[in-house]
């Protein structure tokens, strides 16, 4: 791997925004294509800090910090990846389903995917069934995301998942959040179930076949 490469992994695990978008532009201008910045200096890092997550040696703090390094290169990568006709792994509509205006553990899964080369339409928080139904629509997904933080507001992903279904027959679904877990997730018809920002993209690749 490049030395240049291995220095943009360091600094997006320590956080390093401004560094961060630096290296990237500096990797563009020595052409280096977006997708081997994405696949050489940034998966592979943002992997291994979600393993750390997962095991319990790295925090949310640390885990906010790179997402943010990694949206920073994101946007600095995709005028590039514009101009180059380059498709991303897939599309991703995520949004917080109706009544429930909690946003970070969904910032923090539309980070991940990101980082993780998916193309991520955020619809926001206290989305209805119907709005999903209408970004389906125009984006035609490869998956959608449901988060819900509240067990008032859980039944609401059911409500989604029948309605978009109902049209699309096909959708493919991964719900998160703080009340669900896995029996729920198979009792709504859920493609998916993921308990934190870093499970949810193995879960997405595993849905995907990617």
Known sequence: MK???????????AGQIEKVKGLTEEALKEGMSPNEILQEGMVPP??????????????LPELLLAAHAMRAAMEVLK?????RGIRQEATVIIGTVAGDIHDLGKNIVRMMLEGAAFRVVDVGVNVSAERFLEAY?????????????????????????????????????????????????????????APDAPTAVKVAKRILGS
């Open 79 to 83: 005028p590039a990846i514009a101009r």
């Open 46 to 59: 943002m992997e291994e800090l979600g393993e750390r997550f997962s095991r319990g040696e790295a925090f």
């Open 137 to 193: 629509d125009q984006e035609k997904p490869d998956l959608v995301g449901l988060s819900s933080l509240l067990t008032t507001t859980m039944g609401e992903m059911e409500e989604v998942i029948q309605k978009v279904r109902r049209t699309y027959p096909a959708a493919k679904f991964i719900v998160g959040g703080a009340p669900i877990r896995q029996d729920f997730a198979d009792k709504i018809g859920a493609d998916g179930y």
């Open 3 to 13: 030395e240049s490469m291995v220095r943009l992994g360091e600094n997006l695990i």
